[in-house]
């Protein structure tokens, strides 16, 4: 542990502090933290300029605006990373009002599983001559959810062989993942797939950009890597997915490992120039949003569960013994902090499924009435549903419009409303869609009991808990005492509370936590009578989600599967990514592609 970062040059009274960096989906936020209290001080954000590319190759990256993307694609520029360290790190300490000279370290955390190919030296492949009109060179989102059908043969191979690492992942692999999306690189475009060097998360690219070292980090291998008991998945059993993958391991993914908390090196010159820092530094061994923000919520023991609620929701939470808990993303030793096994589920689509509403289901007059009341779409709708009853709206939906990632583990499903009339409102559907994400989160938490890992407590952090009915509804329908994080930046001082372990100014995560995380904020009890009201829908909720998502019905499957057939029938736009040619290659080897 790298402690003479933290006390060598500094005299014992004087104050010292940490940045964390939070990688969202759309933006990056840098908050300067002191060491000694955990005390936030000053934060900027920095939008990323390209945001999410799902339809087209943005023109100053591609050099036109005709390469189409199909559809469940969503990519990013990895250079947009890179200025959120030019320009937000140096705004939050400008913020903070600090002297850069007495930060001590920096740490980062990101969305996952979000992937970027790359050279050697860590050039991203879409930054390399002839390789910015091609799709596959650029960053992988968490949200990428074209890989499917490699997921889908990920885990039947797994099943069919026996794997002994697939009950870690509650059976199922998912597309988000490393592997699916692998695959798809070497099937779909095999010659950038026989470019890069190294499939990195971007976790640990970033951290790569501050000091120089590419360290593979112990939370993004276990859950989103198939790393278990100190290895991945055969050769044997690469193989059998595609011949070319059979090395993919050992030549595109294994590299040192680094333990949560361990510093991955120290800020080097040319990052230093970026964010104003002092060269040297410690620079943290990356980490997932969700996991980091445990520590933040002073969450380090078993049986804590945090749903990390944005516009998807992370729950993770640590416990003694290994337990197989059905669709859970990953039971991983250390992946939260040393020492316990941590687990995580989550789901795909919360806060996206509102603001898609919002954009695409309320009439004009609504948002008109909201903009006369002062309010935001999101605050008015929520002000009409809490007047109702539970139960008023007659409706009940499933949670799915961005697939299924815990229990069911599956992106083909999709979102649906039971019950609208004519006489359904805006604000009965609102509220049917926020009912439905608790449900989806009330799934999770019955699962880990059944499965032996009891869930003793209930915190929330995020965006989305200053949704005051929200956080109600949750209480209620899982029967939890609900606490929100005594802070609106998690991540980032879950990160900045890992930077000051990774300074030596902490022994481990657990005693740095319980000095700087943050106190419990506002507290949800249930109330009997919504909990038994709730009940009842719950029932109906297991009834749907059982039958559109366990083989009763396929019908979503069966959609999904009519929208790429019409997809295909569409002329390709100029310099297109051809579904055609994608369906075609599934599963070839690259010999066969490139043939």
Not at 74 to 93: G, H, M, S
Not at 281 to 289: H, K, S, Y
Not at 483 to 508: F, K, M, R, W
Request: charged share 20%; glycine share 10%; aromatic share 8%.
């Amino acid at each position: 542990m790298p402690d003479t970062l933290f006390t060598s040059s500094s005299e014992p009274t004087q104050d010292h502090f940490v940045i964390g960096v939070d990688y969202g989906t759309l933006s990056g936020r840098a908050v300067v933290v002191r060491v000694r209290d955990g005390k936030e001080l000053g934060s900027a954000v920095h939008e990323y300029p390209h945001a999410v590319v799902t339809d087209f190759l943005p023109k100053d990256a591609a050099g036109d605006d005709g390469v189409r993307l199909p559809g469940e694609w969503a990519l990013q520029v990895p250079n947009d990373y890179r200025d959120v360290l030019r320009k937000a790190v140096p705004a939050a300490v400008a913020d903070a009002g600090i002297d850069p000279a007495a930060v001590v370290g920096i740490a980062t955390d990101f969305t996952a599983c979000t992937m970027v190919p790359v050279k050697a030296d860590g050039t991203p492949l879409n930054e390399l001559p002839g390789f910015a009109n091609r799709p596959h060179a650029y960053v992988k989102l968490w949200r990428h959810h074209a890989a499917q059908g490699q997921a889908d043969r990920i885990n039947r191979i797994a099943a069919e062989r026996g794997e002994d690492w697939l009950p870690r992942y509650g059976g199922l692999i998912s597309s988000e993942w490393e592997f699916a999306k692998g695959l798809q690189l070497l099937e779909e475009d095999p010659a950038a797939y026989a470019e890069m060097d190294h499939w990195v998360e971007a976790a640990d690219w970033i951290v790569w950009q501050l000091c120089g070292r590419y360290v593979r980090n112990a939370c993004t291998a276990g859950y989103k890597g198939i790393y278990q008991d100190g290895r991945y998945p055969s050769e044997d059993f690469l193989a059998a997915l595609n011949p070319d993958f059979k090395d993919f391991v050992s030549t595109k993914l294994e590299h040192t490992i680094g333990r949560l908390g361990d510093a991955a090196g120290t800020l080097t010159a040319e990052a230093a120039a970026w964010t104003g820092l002092p060269e040297g530094i410690a620079v943290a061994v990356g980490n997932v949003d969700a996991h980091v923000t445990a520590p933040a919520a002073k969450a380090v023991e078993s049986g804590q569960l945090v749903a990390i609620m944005g516009t998807s929701t992370c729950h993770v939470m640590n416990g003694s013994e290994l337990r197989e808990v059905p669709g859970m993303c990953g039971a991983v030793d250390g992946g939260i902090v040393p020492g316990l096994w941590g687990y995580e589920a989550g789901q795909s689509g919360v806060g996206d499924i509102f603001g898609w509403f919002t954009k695409y289901g309320v009439p004009p007059e609504y948002h008109q009435a909201a903009k006369e009341a002062g309010l935001g779409i999101h605050e008015y709708l929520t002000e009409l549903a809490s007047r109702q009853a539970i139960g008023e709206h007659g409706l009940i939906a499933l949670d799915w419009h961005s697939g299924n990632r815990s229990v069911l583990v599956d992106h083909e499903l999709s979102g649906i409303v039971v019950g609208q009339t004519l006489a359904t409102r805006p604000e009965d559907t609102y509220r049917a869609l926020l009912e439905a994400t608790a449900f989806g989160t009330r799934t999770i938490v019955d699962a880990f009991r059944d499965a032996g890992v009891p869930v003793k407590e209930f915190i929330v952090a995020g965006g989305l808990l200053k949704n005051r009915l929200l956080m109600q509804i949750y209480a209620d329908a899982t029967g939890l005492q609900l606490s929100t994080i005594g802070s609106e930046q998690g991540p980032a001082l879950g990160s900045a509370i890992h930077a000051a372990v990774a300074a030596g100014a902490y022994a481990d995560i657990r005693e740095a936590a319980a000095a700087m995380g943050a106190e419990p904020g506002e507290v949800y009890t249930p109330v009997p009578e919504n909990a038994a009201a709730y009940d009842e829908l719950f029932q109906e909720y297991k009834t749907l989600h059982d039958y559109f998502g366990r083989g009763g019905n396929d019908v979503m499957r069966r959609l999904k599967a009519i929208q790429r057939k019409a997809a295909r029938a569409l002329p390709p736009a100029a310099g297109s990514l051809s579904e055609t040619a994608l369906s075609e290659n599934a599963g070839k080897t690259t010999m066969e592609v490139s043939a």
